[in-house]
């Protein structure tokens, strides 16, 4: 049996020690609040971000990073992306030998503007070969549910890849392996700008074209940025593209749509962030992937709009007009 830690124990974190637990894994899930601990421990339950879902027996919880990583094998990291550098420089030192990191954040970290894999690199100092990410149409609450889901695994070292496949394969995941970790990683960071903008139309109060023409032009923001950092194309068309970016566009239990839903009726970004007691990635990495589109040359006109929405002060029924006026140009990625 394989000993794994999961590191953050919101909804997804959750969602992901069940599929781990259930696919036949002793896991320790690691949480910062002492409530949310003992709940999963004594009423094996997360009741803050999960209520209702049983968790099972073979996962535990702890507020303690050692206790949580001792002897791990592998090493899920699912904390919000802005705060991963603080943290893994603290559990770095106590990560077991030979472990695999595993990345369920969908972020680009600000200054840097490196990906979630990068970061996880820089700070422990392992070789690209040892970390994975993972990604898909993965709303955490249907995969509790046990809802029928895919995902991807991609990692340079494609057996590490099929390593993790079997570790987290059941009747209700089935995970898909996958080498190219650029693209993965972009196309779960990207989707929740364009969640946002989806978010936004439906707050503003328009319909299915105008939501469809943001996820098909949004898709080819991401494949432009990715074909620039060197992804395969062909990943956007997969489930780390597409699948996540049409679950999280369409769907009510995706917290950056219904963020973006809330400025598109007019509420301020402080009031929006009122109603959710989680991180709204797509509000934190809009702008770190801005910059790194503008150092490669790569015009996402999208993002740009959800960064002038979000941080400078712009209006959604200001900055439409202008995404609607931009220069007539064939389809292309």
Known sequence: MTNVAVMGAGSWGTAFAKVLADAGSQVRLWGRRDEVVDSVNDRHENTDYLPGIPL????????????ALEDAGIVVLATPSQTLRDNLGMWTPQLASGSTLVSLMKGIELGSTLRMSE?????????????????????????AEQQPAATVIACPDHDRAIALQSACQTGYFRPYTSTDVVGCELGGAVKNVIALACGIAEG???????????????????????????????????????????ATCTSPLSRNRTFGERLGRGETLEEAQSHTRQVTEGVKSCRSIRDLARKQGVEMPITDAIVAICHEGRSAVDVVPELMGRAPKKEAL
């Open 56 to 67: 099972p027996a073979s996962l535990s919880a702890t507020t303690d990073p050692g206790e």
């Open 119 to 143: 970061v996880i690199s820089d700070v422990t100092g392992l070789g690209a070969e040892r970390v994975a990410v993972l990604s898909g149409p993965n709303l955490a609450r249907e995969i």
């Open 204 to 246: 503003m109060g328009f319909g299915d074209n105008t939501k469809a023409s943001l996820i098909t032009r949004g898709l080819a923001e991401t494949a432009r940025l990715g074909h620039a950092l060197g992804a395969d194309v062909a990943t956007f068309a997969g489930l780390a593209g597409l699948g996540d970016l049409a």
